[in-house]
């Protein structure tokens, strides 16, 4: 069991200028003392937390003893995104912060824990975002740095279903139920729905089983998310950016240091590959040291989560070298 542990930053001020005198930053640490082995931080994607390993952990077939990401080789670090309701951490105004900020809020947590240096930064879907915006501030950060089914913008696409989320959120009878409704299918494809589901009917509800089913991820969401927690991650993914300050990707990119890979799923149909197909191109010529990966799926944005195989045998030239 890796309890959920507090760091207290103090004396902040965001972007959007709300001052905070206070910011508590939960995270769990898995694995080998920090300052005993390399460290790998893993940001987690929309509505997950730290538990990143474990009994049960959300990427525990990939990291754990003599896991792809071994924990008896590796200090691994997973913050949680402030805000995110553990802990019952919410904030009433998600206008405050940007992803940018909470790159910043990861920073210190790492400076307060002694950390300078990663031997990876990974980050799953926002998670992936927020890595993108704590790489571009501190360029030699990570050895590796290891976006997947991520981007380091909220492309049209993205903002389109954020909008869409955020009118549910607003305007439904069962917001978080009906926001998730939708989330899900931008999180799959028809081709995953078809293969299980087929038409076939739940007789006890006396609906289809596709319908059952998002109405079960509805009321399990419900059950373990607060509103505002997910109002704000929510608005968070909307926001990520790396040129909001005016500078373009490719000249933050190509100082970054370390190895970038990019993950892509190629049925995603929320972080289409095309954008990360673009980053690299865009990017190649200026700097050598990144590298596009395809995980193939029929499953679309959740396949990170899902296609384990497939995940470790991309990993594992980077974690086992």
């Given at each position: 069991?890796?309890?959920?542990?507090?760091?207290?930053?103090?004396?902040?001020?965001?972007?959007?200028?709300?001052?905070?005198?206070?910011?508590?930053?939960?995270?769990?640490?898995?694995?080998?003392?920090?300052?005993?082995?390399?460290?790998?931080?893993?940001?987690?994607?929309?509505?997950?937390?730290?538990?990143?390993?474990?009994?049960?952990?959300?990427?525990?077939?990939?990291?754990?003893?003599?896991?792809?990401?071994?924990?008896?080789?590796?200090?691994?670090?997973?913050?949680?995104?402030?805000?995110?309701?553990?802990?019952?951490?919410?904030?009433?105004?998600?206008?405050?912060?940007?992803?940018?900020?909470?790159?910043?809020?990861?920073l210190k947590g790492l400076e307060l824990l002694g950390v300078s240096k990663l031997h990876a930064l990974v980050g799953g879907s926002i998670g992936g975002?927020?890595?993108?915006?704590?790489?571009?501030?501190?360029?030699?950060?990570?050895?590796?740095?290891?976006?997947?089914?991520?981007?380091?913008?909220?492309?049209?696409?993205?903002?389109?279903?954020?909008?869409?989320?955020?009118?549910?959120?607003?305007?439904?009878?069962?917001?978080?139920?009906?926001?998730?409704?939708?989330?899900?299918?931008?999180?799959?494809?028809?081709?995953?729905?078809?293969?299980?589901?087929?038409?076939?009917?739940?007789?006890?509800?006396?609906?289809?089983?596709?319908?059952?089913?998002?109405?079960?991820?509805?009321?399990?969401?419900?059950?373990?998310?607060?509103?505002?927690?997910?109002?704000?991650?929510?608005?968070?993914?909307?926001?990520?950016?790396?040129?909001?300050?005016?500078?373009?990707?490719?000249?933050?990119?190509?100082?970054?240091?370390?190895?970038?890979?990019?993950?892509?799923?190629?049925?995603?149909?929320?972080?289409?590959?095309?954008?990360?197909?673009?980053?690299?191109?865009m990017i190649k010529p200026e700097k050598t040291s990144i590298f596009y990966h395809e995980l193939k799926s029929i499953h679309g944005?959740?396949?990170?989560?899902?296609?384990?195989?497939?995940?470790?045998?991309?990993?594992?030239?980077?974690?086992?070298?």
């Amino acid at each position: 069991m890796n309890p959920i542990q507090c760091l207290s930053l103090t004396d902040l001020k965001t972007d959007a200028g709300t001052s905070l005198a206070k910011l508590d930053l939960y995270y769990q640490h898995f694995g080998q003392a920090l300052d005993k082995a390399p460290v790998v931080l893993i940001n987690h994607s929309l509505t997950g937390d730290s538990d990143v390993a474990g009994q049960k952990g959300w990427w525990k077939e990939l990291v754990g003893p003599n896991k792809t990401i071994d924990t008896n080789r590796y200090a691994v670090l997973a913050f949680n995104i402030p805000g995110n309701g553990v802990k019952g951490q919410i904030f009433s105004n998600a206008k405050d912060f940007h992803t940018g900020d909470i790159a910043l809020f990861f920073l210190k947590g790492l400076e307060l824990l002694g950390v300078s240096k990663l031997h990876a930064l990974v980050g799953g879907s926002i998670g992936g975002g927020i890595a993108w915006e704590m790489a571009v501030m501190q360029p030699q950060l990570a050895k590796y740095i290891i976006p997947v089914a991520a981007d380091w913008k909220a492309n049209d696409w993205i903002l389109a279903n954020t909008f869409l989320q955020q009118r549910i959120l607003e305007n439904s009878n069962n917001p978080l139920e009906d926001a998730r409704i939708h989330a899900m299918l931008t999180y799959r494809t028809p081709q995953s729905f078809s293969q299980r589901f087929d038409r076939t009917i739940n007789e006890e509800m006396g609906i289809y089983n596709i319908e059952s089913w998002l109405l079960h991820h509805g009321k399990k969401l419900a059950e373990r998310f607060y509103l505002e927690a997910y109002i704000l991650v929510n608005h968070l993914l909307a926001s990520i950016n790396i040129e909001r300050k005016g500078e373009k990707a490719l000249d933050l990119i190509k100082k970054i240091e370390g190895e970038i890979h990019l993950i892509a799923v190629d049925s995603d149909l929320f972080f289409t590959p095309v954008e990360d197909q673009k980053t690299y191109e865009m990017i190649k010529p200026e700097k050598t040291s990144i590298f596009y990966h395809e995980l193939k799926s029929i499953h679309g944005h959740d396949a990170f989560l899902i296609e384990n195989d497939a995940m470790i045998k991309i990993l594992n030239p980077i974690f086992n070298n």
